[in-house]
């Protein structure tokens, strides 16, 4: 969650501030964490041991985000100093930058404060010897229990990355990110504790029930706490676990904070941010009808009946009014706005208050119209869609929003789709983190697509209810409380087959789902007909759960199940086909050098003025966050960054990232080649820059020098390259 504004007010700094001051957590957490010990780079800057007449850097490069601490080992006189950073800039938010000064001889430093990122930068005096350099690994003491695959791999990523966000998104409590600020917001918490219980194993339910535990405090976003109180927090606890106790403990402050605390109607209640057409009125109202829901089932599991006449007479209210005061014929929309807000629509499908009848309009008039929504609330929108059965444009929706994450080198996904900021679409934001707890999408792949999920607390019942939609295979394994539960589901044209292994304990109700056939004949389980348009039995222990215009269902014990729903089924695919995997080599760059049309310069990062190195070199030194930008003019023709490969090279292809400034594509480009670095070929390739990474391909060629010159014009943004590969083709 960016803290920019308090109440859309004070500067970004001075809020985190408060934000910090407001969030503690009394509970310790040296217990929690894991040293995953010293391990090696995967990539270098530079060969070592490396020393030169003047300051150097040393980039280095980790197989994915985390929470490190750099370690060298060198051979230096006495009183030099070597500094430690991450590539990240984002740290120095929050972590002063660590040195140390060397004795003489040979010798070991690491550092004492773990800093996050993909990768290191050693920052080397002239005359010191780096000899050897490493990291220290360190995390929440948890293991990643969960699993998704598909096959379509643009999912598998995605459910990768947000796995991989989750984790450094926690330590001592749930981040809104490892970098900036450290925040334990509610808006951030609530996706963060729902993934655990799909990605970890069960040592991180004790962050979720500190966060459960927490005291709500009314000051901090009380529309954040209101999306956390029903289905999406409290509940979805309370099903993974089945701990009623703190349930029961945190039910006064709930029923107050409810009843008697939340104010409707609040300017600067926070629910999201994405565009500003923001519908309050009827979010509010419908996340408040849900936590109602919510407290009137912990009120009769914790002895508090004589409570249940009030809350219904709330819900009531709602129910009743809710139509009178928002539906427009179309879809549902306040007088706070101007046009129908995406998220207020999905939440009243989510919450139950838009009966089926008005979902087609509201799919026909907002939710294929409207992409308002920021990657925190599209969560809400796309179970919206799912519950409305239009599964096929949920993940059509989640591809087409997260595909400038899904091929960027980043392991992590980001704090804003395509890292605009707040409402202003296509307006880059150069402190939007890359690494940001809020995002969905190992929950909704595991539990929502696959539909894996709970039925009662403590998963003693739980669903096998998939929704997975032009997806012709999904091998999903959820670390639910009884034990892990896996599910193998492929599709071919005449048969859906599905195999579940149900742990101790359970009953599973599995679904075959209609949608999935022209044509559905027949059911088995293992080799046993049990269903031909009407229930046939026949498997001791397995019951009908009857058929309803989605799914024909059964009960299963623990064990071992094969379904197979035969007929004629749908296989054609609405998505764009994954690119395939290129042939190529990259070829190794640690020796070459660049040079630009501008001198070498910095730029002032982010609110807090943070100097950044935006030299020429850096495009070449095989980490993603660091990178050359023109700061001195926006584009213009005749800009240029060229390359010396030091030999003669032969290639056919070059890639230009500049994903962490994404909006800094090249507006059009020419690529010309030369054996002197004088004499320059015509161009071998032309083109236009595409947001993220540039991928320019060309007949082979065979040169020592290339020259890339901007030929477009950009009044907004300056050029970048964050990093630069030369390829040839196996």
Known sequence: MNYNQLNFICPRVAAVAVALALFTLATPASADIK??????????????????????????????????????????????????????????????????TTTAGDQIHEAKNWVSGEGAIYTIPAGVTVKAVKYRETGYDT??????????????????????????????????????????????????????????????????????????????????ILEFLGDYGLWFYYLQTGDLDSLRAVYDQTKTFLLETYQFGNPHTWFDWGNENKDTAVIETCFMFMDLKTLKQIAMATGHEADVPVIEARLKAIETSFDRKYWQGQYYKSDQVSAPDDRANAMAVNAGLADPSKWPAIYDHVLTQQTDASNFFDRWVFEALCKMNRQDDALLRMYDRYQTMIPCSFTTLWEHYDRWWASRRNAFDDASSLNHGWNPPALLLSQTIAGVSPESPGWSTYHVLPKEAFLTAIEVTVPSIKGDVTVDLKKTATEYALTLTSPANTTAIVGIPKAAFTRLDSIKLNTTTIWNGSYAGGVAGV?????????????????????????????????????????????????????????????????????????????LDGDHWTGWRDMTATQHPGQWFQVDMKQPQTFDEIVLDNTWALWDSPAGYSVAVSDDGTNWSQPVARGVGKLGITTITFPE?????????????NPTYHWSIYELDVCRKQ
Not at 582 to 590: M, S
Request: proline share 9%; glycine share 8%.
């Open 35 to 100: 040293d995953y010990g010293l391990k090696e780079y995967i990539h270098l800057s530079k060969d070592l041991p490396h020393v030169e007449s003047t300051p150097w850097k040393l980039v280095c490069t980790m197989p994915y985000n985390c929470h490190f601490q750099p370690w060298i080992e060198v051979e230096s006189e006495p009183g030099q100093v070597i500094r430690f950073d991450s590539s990240n800039p984002l740290v120095a938010y929050l972590t002063p930058t660590e040195t140390c």
């Open 543 to 619: 019951g009908f759960g009857g058929a309803d215009g989605d799914y024909v269902k059964f009960s299963v014990p623990p064990g071992t199940w094969k379904f197979s729903g035969l007929g004629a089924l749908r296989l054609n695919s609405p998505k764009p086909v994954p690119a395939p995997v290129p042939n190529e080599r990259r070829l190794e760059k640690n020796s070459w050098t660049a040079t630009a049309s501008v001198p070498d310069g910095w730029f002032p990062f982010s609110g807090k003025k943070i100097p950044v190195d935006v030299s020429a070199a850096n495009a």
């Open 143 to 224: 293991i990643f229990a969960g699993a998704f695959h598909c096959n379509d791999d643009d999912y598998n990523i995605l459910w990768k990355k947000a796995a991989r966000t989750a984790y450094i998104c926690m330590r001592d409590h749930f981040y809104d990110c490892p970098d900036r600020e450290r925040v334990g917001f509610w808006g951030d918490g609530t996706p963060e504790l729902d993934q655990c219980f799909y990605v970890f194993d069960s040592a991180t339910h004790e962050l979720a029930r500190r966060l459960v535990l927490r005291k709500l405090d009314p000051k901090f976003y009380p529309g954040q």
């Open 701 to 713: 060629q065979t040169a020592r020098y290339i020259r890339i010159t901007q030929t477009g014009t």
